[in-house]
């Protein structure tokens, strides 16, 4: 092999080594949409709640801040119903699906060791809970 050759290996080699994570990170996995909606969900979530912490909320302003979240609501609904059609199967789909839960779920509700939740709520919890931790 000449210069020439060997130089345009040794390019083609480098460029492979840089090229090829880039290329993989940016293919989807199998639970690429399954994050996508759960990311989306928790970010529609934080900015529907943020709207009501208002000093001084009154009930009126409350019955406006609803009309003016009933679209991010009437979305957050239809996510997370796709959500609970979508199995996940990847740790990280699960992952994806508890923050979404998580999100969704009264902080109340989240205690295991209440017993005056329901079992499967307490079940649910400790499911949420500790997917949390793999997120």
Sequence with gaps: MNRRGTFKAITA????????????????GPDADLIA????????????????KVPGLTIEMEEAIDRQNAPIEAEMHEILDRIARTPART????????????????????????????????????????????A
Excluded at 13 to 28: F, Y
Excluded at 37 to 52: F, G, Q
Excluded at 108 to 127: C, F, G, V
Aim: cysteine-free; overall charge negative.
């Design 91 to 134: 740790p990280e789909g699960v992952a994806a699906i508890a923050r979404a839960a998580l999100a969704y779920a009264d902080p109340t509700d989240l205690d295991p060791e209440n017993n005056h939740l329901h079992l499967t709520d307490r079940i649910a919890a400790r499911l949420m809970l500790d997917a949390r931790r793999f």
């Design 37 to 52: 909606m759960a990311d989306r969900y928790v970010a529609l979530e934080a900015r529907y709640n943020a709207a009501y």
């Design 13 to 28: 080699a480098a460029m492979g080594a840089v090229v090829a994570p880039v290329v993989a990170q940016a293919a989807p």
